[in-house]
């Protein structure tokens, strides 16, 4: 079957079979078909939907247009942890290693930030001397030497999704279900993975704004990682404000060490509790979940998980004494303070808008093309429910130039809301997506 009838036939409204699907994936990953091509299935796909067979069948297909890591004897149960992205996010370099710490095996795969939400990857490359472009034998020996190692998606593992991407960002197509699905999935279980715990966000700062679309993508991301033999979960979890108080590379990593170190931003620290704990449980390394989160809550006080941390900055080539002396971390050379306007409650934090003004700073980029300030950012001096005076200093920027401190002040002064009462407190972990109850 030619390109165009695949074209036609989702655009008149019918299902694809396994082999217009698999011509697609190859057509993208050898570059047989063309750009125009790809971009009009891929708003066909848009436009008609794809039942759940089909999301099922590309998914297979993406994750095959490239190589599947396989561990070579892995320590324990193959774990990882995907979230959709949001502001302050810096679950994953504190999960990866603890994760490690109980007794999994984390092979991390990761991205670049864009837009308003930050990567992991842009977030542990502040480590000086770090890599995390790595191929997969390289990955086995950091796995050998920590049990866990964050690397950026290759171009070898499901390289159809890097091309479809690209060209979805420029024809308005990221936001359909079973494309995101099969570009999430494919990715991670190129990994080679025995069980997936997903962070589907939720709220202004998250990708899927309404919690009745991030529950649409939870459910499509289980049912389709069970169709295909993986142990899966997916909770659904707040983005409405920042997640703990930094937000920018290095400054996210400097708090993710706290959190490793036994301290930390206690919403950081209990995000990463019971994801850990959700993917134990997966991973059968805990019984139930209240014996996961005491493993997880032994691994960040005993020091345990921070020991796996030093070991994998080293197998990465970076400077593990980051973890010992943060100063040695990327430092900006100016620094302005924000201040509350009033006496009150801080009673909102808009979560956008510190991640754009985390941007403008220079700890993002609007192109993938762009380069990243490791230094720059904001952090949080006072939190929602925290009581504060006029003048008293709520937000640090950190960043280079005078003009983009002073843009950056406007936007984060403007992001908080106070009361005169404290807010009611808000749950993080608004539900929880398992494969029973997403089967159709
Ligand atoms: N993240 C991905 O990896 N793929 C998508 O399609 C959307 C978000």
């Known amino acids: ?7 036609r036939r989702k655009r008149d409204g019918q299902a694809l079979d396994a082999a217009a699907i698999d011509a697609f994936v190859r057509g993208a990953t050898d570059a047989s ?23 099922r069948l590309l998914t297979a297909a993406m994750t095959h247009s490239g190589t599947v890591l396989r561990v070579a004897n892995p320590p324990g149960p193959v774990l990882d942890k995907h979230s959709t992205g949001g502001v ?3 679950v994953s370099l504190v999960l990866a290693p603890v994760v490690a710490a109980c007794g999994g095996c984390v092979p991390m795969m990761s991205g670049r930030g864009l837009g308003h939400t930050g990567g992991t990857i842009d977030k542990l490359e502040a480590v000086p001397g770090l890599r995390t472009t790595l191929a997969p034998a390289e990955i086995d020996r950091v796995l050998r030497a920590a049990g866990c190692c964050i690397a950026s998606a290759s171009g070898q593992l499901a390289p159809a999704d890097g091309r479809l991407y690209a060209l979805r960002d420029m024809t308005a197509t990221i936001d359909s279900v079973p494309l995101i699905t099969s570009s999430i999935l494919s990715k991670k279980l190129a990994e080679g993975l025995d069980g997936l715990v997903l962070d589907v966000k939720t709220g202004r700062g998250a990708f899927m704004q309404t919690e ?10 289980v049912d389709i990682g069970r169709r295909q033999g993986l142990a899966v979960e997916a909770l659904l979890t707040a983005m409405d404000v920042p997640l703990g108080r930094a937000v920018g590379n290095g400054l996210e990593l400097r708090e993710a060490i706290d959190v490793l170190a036994g301290g930390g931003p206690a919403d950081v620290r209990e995000l990463t509790t019971v994801l850990a704990a959700r993917l134990l449980c997966l991973g059968r390394l805990a019984a139930d979940e209240s014996g996961a989160r005491q493993l997880v809550q032994r691994a960040l006080d005993s020091g345990t998980a921070l020991e796996r941390f030093r070991a994998m900055i080293a197998a990465q080539g970076g400077d593990p004494h980051v973890t010992d002396d943060p100063a040695r971390l990327p430092r900006a050379p100016r620094v302005a303070r924000v201040v509350a306007s009033v006496d009150g409650f801080v009673c909102d934090i808009d979560a956008r808008a510190i991640g754009g003004a985390a941007v403008q700073l220079g700890a993002g980029r609007t192109r993938q093309t762009d380069d990243v300030d490791p230094a720059a950012g904001v952090t949080l001096l006072a939190q929602v429910g925290d009581r504060v005076t006029a003048g008293e200093p709520i937000a640090e920027l950190h960043g280079r130039s005078e003009a983009s401190l002073q843009r950056a002040r406007d936007v984060v002064a403007a992001a908080f809301r106070f009361a005169r009462h404290p807010p009611p407190a808000a749950a993080l972990v608004r539900g929880c997506i398992t494969p029973t109850s997403s089967a159709s």
């Open 33 to 55: 078909w063309s750009d125009a091509q790809l971009a009009a299935l891929l708003m066909a796909v848009l436009l008609r939907g794809m039942t759940a067979e089909e999301t």
């Open 212 to 221: 009745a679309e991030a529950r649409e993508l939870a459910e499509a991301l």
């Open 1 to 7: 079957m030619q390109p165009v009838d695949i074209i």
């Open 88 to 90: 302050g996010d810096k």
